[in-house]
Protein backbone atom coordinates (compact mmCIF):
# COMPACT_ATOMS: atom_id res chain seq x y z
CA UNK A 1 0.00 0.00 0.00
CA UNK A 2 0.84 3.07 -1.26
CA UNK A 3 0.73 6.03 1.70
CA UNK A 4 0.85 9.52 0.69
CA UNK A 5 2.43 11.84 3.26
CA UNK A 6 1.52 15.50 3.08
CA UNK A 7 2.24 18.46 5.64
CA UNK A 8 -0.89 20.23 4.08
CA UNK A 9 -3.31 19.26 2.06
CA UNK A 10 -3.01 19.61 -1.87
CA UNK A 11 -4.61 22.55 -3.35
CA UNK A 12 -7.16 22.35 -5.71
CA UNK A 13 -6.37 22.90 -9.59
CA UNK A 14 -9.37 24.31 -11.68
CA UNK A 15 -9.62 21.44 -14.28
CA UNK A 16 -9.57 22.33 -17.99
CA UNK A 17 -10.60 20.55 -21.08
CA UNK A 18 -8.00 18.48 -22.81
CA UNK A 19 -8.54 18.31 -26.83
CA UNK A 20 -8.20 14.80 -27.19
CA UNK A 21 -7.10 14.12 -30.96
CA UNK A 22 -7.44 11.20 -32.96
CA UNK A 23 -4.26 9.02 -32.35
CA UNK A 24 -2.94 11.92 -30.43
CA UNK A 25 -0.87 10.43 -27.37
CA UNK A 26 -1.53 12.41 -23.90
CA UNK A 27 0.82 13.09 -21.46
CA UNK A 28 0.24 11.65 -18.09
CA UNK A 29 -0.17 15.14 -16.16
CA UNK A 30 -3.18 15.40 -19.30
CA UNK A 31 -5.21 12.08 -17.95
CA UNK A 32 -4.32 12.94 -14.33
CA UNK A 33 -6.43 16.27 -15.44
CA UNK A 34 -9.18 14.57 -16.62
CA UNK A 35 -9.34 12.35 -13.95
CA UNK A 36 -9.32 15.15 -11.66
CA UNK A 37 -12.18 16.60 -13.31
CA UNK A 38 -14.41 13.49 -13.39
CA UNK A 39 -13.67 12.83 -10.33
CA UNK A 40 -15.27 16.49 -9.07
CA UNK A 41 -18.75 14.92 -9.32
CA UNK A 42 -20.98 16.41 -6.87
CA UNK A 43 -21.92 12.47 -5.87
CA UNK A 44 -18.32 12.31 -5.00
CA UNK A 45 -17.99 15.55 -2.91
CA UNK A 46 -18.77 15.52 1.00
CA UNK A 47 -20.31 12.18 1.18
CA UNK A 48 -20.80 9.76 4.07
CA UNK A 49 -19.35 6.52 3.45
CA UNK A 50 -19.28 3.19 6.10
CA UNK A 51 -16.72 0.32 5.94
CA UNK A 52 -14.13 -0.81 8.24
CA UNK A 53 -10.37 0.58 8.27
CA UNK A 54 -7.27 -1.13 7.23
CA UNK A 55 -3.57 -0.62 7.11
CA UNK A 56 -4.33 2.78 9.84
CA UNK A 57 -0.84 4.77 10.10
CA UNK A 58 -0.94 7.85 12.66
CA UNK A 59 1.85 10.23 10.69
CA UNK A 60 4.14 11.93 13.62
CA UNK A 61 3.36 15.36 11.75
CA UNK A 62 -0.53 14.52 12.87
CA UNK A 63 -2.29 13.36 9.91
CA UNK A 64 -3.67 9.76 9.82
CA UNK A 65 -3.77 7.87 6.93
CA UNK A 66 -5.88 4.32 6.10
CA UNK A 67 -7.85 2.55 3.99
CA UNK A 68 -11.42 1.61 3.76
CA UNK A 69 -12.88 -1.97 2.60
CA UNK A 70 -16.08 -3.53 2.74
CA UNK A 71 -16.65 -4.63 5.74
CA UNK A 72 -16.31 -8.74 5.69
CA UNK A 73 -15.58 -8.49 2.42
CA UNK A 74 -12.76 -11.02 2.12
CA UNK A 75 -9.54 -10.52 -0.02
CA UNK A 76 -12.13 -9.37 -2.97
CA UNK A 77 -13.85 -6.83 -1.07
CA UNK A 78 -13.32 -3.44 -2.88
CA UNK A 79 -10.87 -0.79 -0.77
CA UNK A 80 -10.27 3.26 -0.96
CA UNK A 81 -7.58 5.10 0.43
CA UNK A 82 -7.74 7.68 3.02
CA UNK A 83 -5.96 10.59 4.32
CA UNK A 84 -7.37 12.50 7.27
CA UNK A 85 -4.87 16.15 7.40
CA UNK A 86 -4.31 16.87 11.33
CA UNK A 87 -6.21 19.50 11.19
CA UNK A 88 -9.49 17.67 10.94
CA UNK A 89 -7.97 14.40 12.78
CA UNK A 90 -7.76 16.47 16.19
CA UNK A 91 -11.31 16.77 16.55
CA UNK A 92 -11.33 12.67 16.81
CA UNK A 93 -12.97 11.44 20.24
CA UNK A 94 -11.25 7.95 19.64
CA UNK A 95 -7.85 6.59 18.25
CA UNK A 96 -9.24 4.80 15.19
CA UNK A 97 -7.40 0.84 14.57
CA UNK A 98 -7.32 -1.75 12.39
CA UNK A 99 -10.85 -3.60 12.27
CA UNK A 100 -12.93 -1.17 13.18
CA UNK A 101 -15.65 -0.28 11.56
CA UNK A 102 -16.29 3.74 10.72
CA UNK A 103 -18.24 6.17 9.01
CA UNK A 104 -16.89 9.00 7.97
CA UNK A 105 -17.56 12.37 5.87
CA UNK A 106 -15.40 13.73 2.86
CA UNK A 107 -14.92 14.01 -0.64
CA UNK A 108 -12.74 12.25 -3.32
CA UNK A 109 -9.55 13.75 -4.70
CA UNK A 110 -6.98 13.02 -7.37
CA UNK A 111 -3.39 12.94 -6.37
CA UNK A 112 -1.77 13.69 -9.53
CA UNK A 113 2.11 12.62 -8.67
CA UNK A 114 1.08 9.28 -8.21
CA UNK A 115 -2.05 9.34 -10.34
CA UNK A 116 -4.36 8.07 -7.82
CA UNK A 117 -7.56 8.96 -5.90
CA UNK A 118 -8.32 9.39 -2.43
CA UNK A 119 -10.95 10.21 0.09
CA UNK A 120 -10.20 12.89 1.79
CA UNK A 121 -12.06 12.86 5.60
CA UNK A 122 -13.14 15.98 7.44
CA UNK A 123 -14.48 13.55 9.90
CA UNK A 124 -15.16 10.08 11.06
CA UNK A 125 -17.35 8.00 14.14
CA UNK A 126 -17.09 4.56 14.84
CA UNK A 127 -19.30 2.48 12.69
CA UNK A 128 -22.93 1.16 14.08
CA UNK A 129 -22.57 2.73 17.55
CA UNK A 130 -22.72 6.12 16.99
CA UNK A 131 -26.00 6.45 19.28
CA UNK A 132 -24.78 4.24 22.01
CA UNK A 133 -21.39 6.34 22.30
CA UNK A 134 -23.63 9.83 22.40
CA UNK A 135 -25.55 7.80 25.20
CA UNK A 136 -22.31 6.35 26.90
CA UNK A 137 -21.25 10.37 27.44
CA UNK A 138 -24.37 11.23 28.52
CA UNK A 139 -24.80 8.82 31.46
CA UNK A 140 -21.17 9.92 31.82
CA UNK A 141 -22.52 13.13 32.61
CA UNK A 142 -25.64 12.20 34.44
CA UNK A 143 -23.24 9.86 36.96
CA UNK A 144 -20.53 12.20 37.17
CA UNK A 145 -23.07 15.04 38.24
CA UNK A 146 -24.46 12.65 40.90
CA UNK A 147 -21.26 12.00 42.52
CA UNK A 148 -20.37 8.20 41.63
CA UNK A 149 -17.00 8.88 39.89
CA UNK A 150 -15.89 11.35 42.82
CA UNK A 151 -12.31 10.50 43.86
CA UNK A 152 -13.04 11.12 47.17
CA UNK A 153 -15.71 7.83 47.74
CA UNK A 154 -12.77 5.87 46.25
CA UNK A 155 -12.28 3.09 49.18
CA UNK A 156 -8.84 1.13 50.09
CA UNK A 157 -8.22 -2.55 49.68
CA UNK A 158 -8.22 -4.74 52.45
CA UNK A 159 -5.13 -5.72 53.46
CA UNK A 160 -5.55 -9.44 54.45
CA UNK A 161 -9.50 -10.37 52.63
CA UNK A 162 -10.78 -13.65 53.87
CA UNK A 163 -13.59 -14.04 51.02
CA UNK A 164 -12.72 -12.58 47.69
CA UNK A 165 -16.05 -12.10 45.59
CA UNK A 166 -15.46 -12.31 41.51
CA UNK A 167 -19.08 -11.04 39.23
CA UNK A 168 -18.08 -12.65 36.18
CA UNK A 169 -19.01 -15.20 33.32
CA UNK A 170 -18.98 -19.23 34.25
CA UNK A 171 -17.29 -20.01 31.32
CA UNK A 172 -14.26 -18.41 29.88
CA UNK A 173 -10.45 -17.62 30.54
CA UNK A 174 -11.61 -15.07 33.29
CA UNK A 175 -12.47 -16.90 36.40
CA UNK A 176 -9.88 -19.41 35.50
CA UNK A 177 -7.29 -16.36 35.37
CA UNK A 178 -8.31 -14.77 38.77
CA UNK A 179 -8.35 -18.58 40.38
CA UNK A 180 -4.81 -19.12 39.35
CA UNK A 181 -3.31 -16.23 40.72
CA UNK A 182 -5.14 -16.16 43.76
CA UNK A 183 -4.07 -19.58 44.56
CA UNK A 184 -0.93 -18.68 43.69
CA UNK A 185 -0.34 -15.56 45.47
CA UNK A 186 -2.39 -15.82 48.82
CA UNK A 187 -4.46 -18.46 48.49
CA UNK A 188 -8.28 -17.67 49.85
CA UNK A 189 -11.92 -18.36 49.37
CA UNK A 190 -13.56 -17.35 45.96
CA UNK A 191 -17.27 -16.73 45.84
CA UNK A 192 -18.30 -16.45 42.23
CA UNK A 193 -21.29 -14.45 41.48
CA UNK A 194 -22.28 -15.74 37.92
CA UNK A 195 -23.96 -13.21 35.09
CA UNK A 196 -24.43 -12.76 31.33
CA UNK A 197 -21.17 -10.13 30.12
CA UNK A 198 -22.88 -9.18 27.44
CA UNK A 199 -26.51 -9.15 25.28
CA UNK A 200 -29.34 -6.68 25.95
CA UNK A 201 -30.32 -7.14 29.17
CA UNK A 202 -26.30 -8.22 30.67
CA UNK A 203 -26.33 -4.88 32.57
CA UNK A 204 -29.64 -5.95 35.00
CA UNK A 205 -27.41 -9.36 35.42
CA UNK A 206 -24.41 -7.65 36.57
CA UNK A 207 -26.23 -5.49 38.85
CA UNK A 208 -27.81 -8.10 40.65
CA UNK A 209 -24.89 -9.84 40.79
CA UNK A 210 -22.22 -7.27 42.55
CA UNK A 211 -26.03 -6.86 45.18
CA UNK A 212 -25.91 -10.62 45.89
CA UNK A 213 -22.41 -11.05 46.81
CA UNK A 214 -21.82 -7.85 48.12
CA UNK A 215 -22.35 -9.16 51.61
CA UNK A 216 -21.04 -12.38 51.91
CA UNK A 217 -17.12 -11.06 51.00
CA UNK A 218 -14.24 -8.18 51.86
CA UNK A 219 -13.59 -7.36 48.31
CA UNK A 220 -15.37 -7.66 44.61
CA UNK A 221 -13.86 -8.18 41.28
CA UNK A 222 -15.83 -7.35 38.25
CA UNK A 223 -14.54 -8.54 35.58
CA UNK A 224 -14.55 -9.55 31.62
CA UNK A 225 -12.57 -10.12 28.86
CA UNK A 226 -11.67 -8.12 26.19
CA UNK A 227 -14.11 -6.69 23.13
CA UNK A 228 -15.42 -4.25 20.99
CA UNK A 229 -17.23 -1.40 22.41
CA UNK A 230 -21.01 -3.15 22.09
CA UNK A 231 -19.64 -6.19 24.37
CA UNK A 232 -18.29 -3.62 26.99
CA UNK A 233 -21.50 -1.52 26.41
CA UNK A 234 -23.49 -3.49 29.40
CA UNK A 235 -20.55 -2.15 31.81
CA UNK A 236 -21.65 1.38 30.75
CA UNK A 237 -24.82 0.98 32.07
CA UNK A 238 -26.27 3.71 35.16
CA UNK A 239 -27.64 0.18 36.69
CA UNK A 240 -23.92 -1.53 36.72
CA UNK A 241 -22.78 1.73 38.06
CA UNK A 242 -25.19 2.42 40.96
CA UNK A 243 -24.59 -1.07 41.70
CA UNK A 244 -20.91 -0.51 42.13
CA UNK A 245 -21.03 2.74 44.11
CA UNK A 246 -23.78 0.81 46.51
CA UNK A 247 -21.39 -2.56 47.14
CA UNK A 248 -20.73 -1.65 50.79
CA UNK A 249 -17.16 -3.36 50.46
CA UNK A 250 -14.80 -2.36 47.94
CA UNK A 251 -14.79 -2.88 44.12
CA UNK A 252 -12.01 -3.74 41.74
CA UNK A 253 -13.09 -3.42 38.05
CA UNK A 254 -11.13 -5.38 35.06
CA UNK A 255 -13.17 -5.17 31.93
CA UNK A 256 -12.02 -5.44 28.61
CA UNK A 257 -8.13 -4.52 27.51
CA UNK A 258 -5.92 -2.04 29.15
CA UNK A 259 -7.27 0.93 26.64
CA UNK A 260 -10.81 -0.02 26.95
CA UNK A 261 -12.50 2.54 29.73
CA UNK A 262 -16.06 1.92 30.59
CA UNK A 263 -18.00 3.89 33.43
CA UNK A 264 -18.25 0.54 35.80
CA UNK A 265 -14.20 1.59 35.97
CA UNK A 266 -14.63 4.85 36.82
CA UNK A 267 -16.88 4.20 39.74
CA UNK A 268 -15.23 1.17 41.11
CA UNK A 269 -12.84 1.78 43.75
CA UNK A 270 -9.54 0.67 41.71
CA UNK A 271 -9.06 -0.86 38.04
CA UNK A 272 -7.33 -2.90 36.92
CA UNK A 273 -6.00 -3.85 33.34
CA UNK A 274 -6.50 -7.59 33.18
CA UNK A 275 -8.13 -10.13 35.52
CA UNK A 276 -5.25 -11.68 36.53
CA UNK A 277 -3.97 -8.01 37.58
CA UNK A 278 -7.24 -7.42 39.53
CA UNK A 279 -6.40 -10.53 41.43
CA UNK A 280 -2.88 -9.35 42.21
CA UNK A 281 -4.19 -6.61 43.71
CA UNK A 282 -6.71 -7.49 45.88
CA UNK A 283 -4.87 -10.23 47.63
CA UNK A 284 -1.25 -9.79 48.63
CA UNK A 285 1.64 -11.93 48.07
CA UNK A 286 2.69 -14.87 50.20
CA UNK A 287 6.69 -14.34 49.18
CA UNK A 288 6.75 -10.99 49.71
CA UNK A 289 4.67 -11.53 53.13
CA UNK A 290 7.49 -13.73 54.22
CA UNK A 291 10.43 -11.38 53.06
CA UNK A 292 8.56 -9.00 55.29
CA UNK A 293 8.14 -11.13 58.09
CA UNK A 294 12.11 -12.19 58.11
CA UNK A 295 12.58 -8.49 57.76
CA UNK A 296 10.61 -7.82 60.77
CA UNK A 297 11.96 -11.33 63.04
CA UNK A 298 15.22 -9.72 61.95
CA UNK A 299 14.79 -6.36 62.91
CA UNK A 300 12.81 -7.31 66.53
CA UNK A 301 15.80 -9.41 67.26
CA UNK A 302 18.14 -6.81 67.25
CA UNK A 303 15.82 -4.66 68.82
CA UNK A 304 15.18 -7.33 72.07
CA UNK A 305 18.78 -7.03 71.66
CA UNK A 306 19.66 -3.72 72.34
CA UNK A 307 16.80 -3.21 75.00
CA UNK A 308 18.75 -6.07 76.90
CA UNK A 309 22.46 -4.59 76.52
CA UNK A 310 20.64 -0.94 77.99
CA UNK A 311 19.06 -3.07 80.65
CA UNK A 312 22.09 -4.56 81.50
CA UNK A 313 24.24 -0.88 81.54
CA UNK A 314 21.33 0.58 83.68
CA UNK A 315 21.58 -2.65 86.71
CA UNK A 316 25.13 -2.28 86.75
CA UNK A 317 24.84 0.94 86.75
CA UNK A 318 21.80 1.12 89.71
CA UNK A 319 24.30 -1.63 91.29
CA UNK A 320 27.48 0.89 91.04
CA UNK A 321 25.16 3.54 92.63
CA UNK A 322 23.71 1.58 95.37
CA UNK A 323 27.32 0.03 96.91
CA UNK A 324 27.65 1.42 100.63
CA UNK A 325 31.34 3.06 99.88
CA UNK A 326 29.19 5.55 97.62
CA UNK A 327 26.61 6.20 100.08
CA UNK A 328 29.60 7.07 102.69
CA UNK A 329 31.03 9.10 100.07
CA UNK A 330 27.86 10.69 99.14
CA UNK A 331 26.94 11.14 103.27
CA UNK A 332 29.82 12.62 103.70
CA UNK A 333 29.72 14.99 101.07
CA UNK A 334 26.47 16.23 102.16
CA UNK A 335 27.57 16.68 105.60
CA UNK A 336 30.53 18.85 104.09
CA UNK A 337 27.82 20.63 102.07
CA UNK A 338 25.58 21.38 105.32
CA UNK A 339 28.97 22.25 107.32
CA UNK A 340 29.86 24.96 104.56
CA UNK A 341 26.36 26.38 104.77
CA UNK A 342 26.23 26.53 108.25
CA UNK A 343 29.13 28.73 108.51
CA UNK A 344 28.37 30.67 105.85
CA UNK A 345 25.02 31.63 107.33
CA UNK A 346 26.81 31.98 110.79
CA UNK A 347 29.03 34.61 109.46
CA UNK A 348 26.44 36.09 107.41
CA UNK A 349 24.29 36.95 110.51
CA UNK A 350 26.84 38.06 112.42
CA UNK A 351 27.87 40.37 110.19
CA UNK A 352 24.34 41.46 109.33
CA UNK A 353 23.66 41.87 113.43
CA UNK A 354 26.53 43.65 113.82
CA UNK A 355 26.07 46.36 111.23
CA UNK A 356 22.65 46.26 112.95
CA UNK A 357 23.95 46.97 116.07
CA UNK A 358 26.53 49.96 115.00
CA UNK A 359 22.96 51.62 113.14
CA UNK A 360 21.16 51.44 116.10
CA UNK A 361 23.98 53.08 118.49
CA UNK A 362 24.44 56.01 115.78
CA UNK A 363 20.34 56.42 115.89
CA UNK A 364 20.80 56.26 120.09
CA UNK A 365 23.45 58.90 119.96
CA UNK A 366 21.66 61.01 117.22
CA UNK A 367 18.22 60.77 119.10
CA UNK A 368 20.12 61.53 122.43
CA UNK A 369 21.60 64.53 121.09
CA UNK A 370 18.34 66.33 120.60
CA UNK A 371 16.32 64.87 124.08
CA UNK A 372 15.07 66.92 126.37
CA UNK A 373 16.79 64.85 129.17
CA UNK A 374 20.38 65.89 128.02
CA UNK A 375 19.37 69.34 127.92
CA UNK A 376 18.16 69.45 131.57
CA UNK A 377 21.46 66.98 132.63
CA UNK A 378 23.70 70.19 130.90
CA UNK A 379 22.00 72.31 134.12
CA UNK A 380 18.67 73.47 132.44
CA UNK A 381 15.21 73.14 134.32
CA UNK A 382 11.69 73.14 133.25
CA UNK A 383 9.48 75.69 134.69
CA UNK A 384 5.56 73.99 134.59
CA UNK A 385 2.57 76.54 136.08
CA UNK A 386 -1.16 74.02 136.45
CA UNK A 387 0.84 71.49 134.30
CA UNK A 388 1.85 73.87 131.50
CA UNK A 389 5.16 75.01 130.60
CA UNK A 390 6.16 78.37 130.57
CA UNK A 391 7.44 79.48 127.82
CA UNK A 392 7.68 83.52 128.56
CA UNK A 393 7.21 85.44 131.43
CA UNK A 394 4.63 87.06 130.49
CA UNK A 395 2.66 83.60 131.91
CA UNK A 396 4.03 85.03 135.31
CA UNK A 397 2.77 86.88 137.97
CA UNK A 398 4.12 87.07 141.63
CA UNK A 399 2.94 84.82 144.51
CA UNK A 400 2.30 82.17 141.23
CA UNK A 401 3.38 78.50 142.49
CA UNK A 402 5.51 76.46 139.71
CA UNK A 403 6.75 73.01 139.63
CA UNK A 404 10.46 72.97 138.23
CA UNK A 405 11.62 69.94 137.11
CA UNK A 406 15.41 69.18 136.74
CA UNK A 407 17.33 66.16 135.13
CA UNK A 408 16.99 64.53 138.23
CA UNK A 409 14.09 65.13 139.83
CA UNK A 410 11.27 68.66 140.73
CA UNK A 411 11.05 70.91 143.35
CA UNK A 412 8.15 73.60 143.74
CA UNK A 413 8.88 77.36 144.15
CA UNK A 414 7.06 80.52 144.34
CA UNK A 415 7.74 83.61 142.70
CA UNK A 416 8.68 87.23 144.13
CA UNK A 417 9.62 88.77 141.08
CA UNK A 418 9.06 88.77 137.43
CA UNK A 419 11.39 91.02 135.22
CA UNK A 420 10.82 91.15 131.91
CA UNK A 421 13.59 92.82 130.42
CA UNK A 422 15.84 89.07 131.40
CA UNK A 423 17.89 91.19 134.27
CA UNK A 424 17.19 89.86 137.95
Known amino acids: MDWFYR ?27 IIERLLDDRQLQDIKVQGEVTN ?13 SEKGGGSTAAVIKCVMWR ?44 EKYLLVEKWKMELAAEGWFATERKRPLPLFPMRVGVVTSET ?28 EDAHKDIARAIERVAGHVDVVIVARGGGSFEDLFPFNHPDVVRAIAACPVPVVSAIGHEVDVTLADLAADMR ?3 PSAAAELVVPDRKDLRLALRDLRCQLGGALLARISRAQDEIAALRDRLRPQRFCRKIGEKRQAT ?8 RSYSTRIERDRL ?39 EDDRLNLRFYDGRSRVMVERVDHDGNL
Do not use: N, W
Open 172 to 199: GAVIHDIRTVIARRYPVEIVISPTAVQG
Open 339 to 346: ADLSDRLE
Open 272 to 274: APT
Open 56 to 68: YKHHSRGHRYFSL
Open 7 to 33: TDPPEAQEPSEIPVLPDTPLTVGEVSV
Open 87 to 130: SDAERLSFEPEDGMEVVITGSVRVYPPHGSYQLQVKTMTRGGAG
Open 359 to 397: MLAEMKTALDGRSPHAVLARGYCVAEKDGIVVRSTDALR
